[in-house]
């Protein structure tokens, strides 16, 4: 595609359900990152892939989030059973990468997620 | 993960250069320095990046100190489009990507 995908755009559940949230990456790009922002926040660094393989997983803050990239394009954040605080808005990158720092990496419109 | 420094908030007027500083005293000799803005709503966008030398293109400028120990993004003629969050951002060997506070800019019409 032309750019990063995310879907759902918007996403509303309620507390104790499960979400998953879907980025498409740039084609051909082997990075991929995922972040969360608060509202008036910077982004937070979650996790980060290089193909299919989790590179650094050590911002994920615990374990009912969980990501995938399994065929090292598409990937996956899964949310279990979501509380209120999970309310952010998740955004997702991609870049040509990897060992290329000099890149510049591209994001997504994001997923707004409401959890009620 | 490799640190870096800038002001919460500076303002500038219209159609004038705005310079925004960034400290990194830490920085590897394999870092490159990368800047992202996020205007209102938005997800971040690239600006621009360099490693040792000055860069320079549709955006920006980037001007990076001799020692590497700091830099400072240039907007040549701000407008009010400008007006965002700017990050001024480390990425080493491990292709991390990770966003400080940033320094928010006003621009004065």
């Known amino acids: 595609g032309a750019g990063v995908s995310q879907s759902p755009r918007y996403k509303v559940t309620k507390r104790g359900q499960d979400v998953a949230l879907r980025c498409d990456p740039i084609?051909?790009?082997?990075?991929l990152y995922w972040y969360r922002q608060a509202l008036g926040q910077g982004p937070e660094f979650l996790t980060y892939?290089?193909?299919?393989?989790?590179?650094?997983k050590s911002g994920l803050p615990n374990d009912r989030f969980s990501a995938e990239r399994p065929e090292g394009s598409i990937s996956t954040l899964t949310i279990q059973r979501t509380e209120q605080r999970d309310s952010a808005m998740y955004r997702c990158?991609?870049?040509?990468?990897?060992?290329?720092?000099?890149?510049?990496?591209?994001f997504g419109q994001g997923t707004r997620l409401t959890v009620v | 993960d490799a640190k870096t420094t800038q002001p919460n908030s500076m303002e500038s007027n219209e159609e004038e250069p705005v310079h925004l500083p960034c400290n990194h005293s830490?920085?590897?000799?394999?870092?490159?320095i990368h800047w992202y803005r996020q205007l209102p709503s938005q997800g971040p966008e690239y600006v621009i990046h360099g490693l040792t030398s000055n860069v320079n293109n549709r955006m920006a400028s980037l001007a990076i100190a001799e020692d590497r120990k700091s830099s400072t993004l240039i907007l040549h003629r701000a407008t009010l489009r400008d007006a965002a969050v700017y990050y001024c951002i480390l990425r080493g060997r491990d292709d991390k990507i990770i966003f400080g506070k940033g320094t928010r800019l006003h621009i004065l019409p």
């Open positions: 830490t920085i590897s000799g394999t870092d490159y």
């Open positions: 990158a991609s870049s040509l990468g990897t060992g290329l720092s000099g890149t510049e990496a591209f």
């Open positions: 892939f290089n193909y299919e393989a989790q590179q650094d």
């Open positions: 084609s051909g790009h082997v990075s």
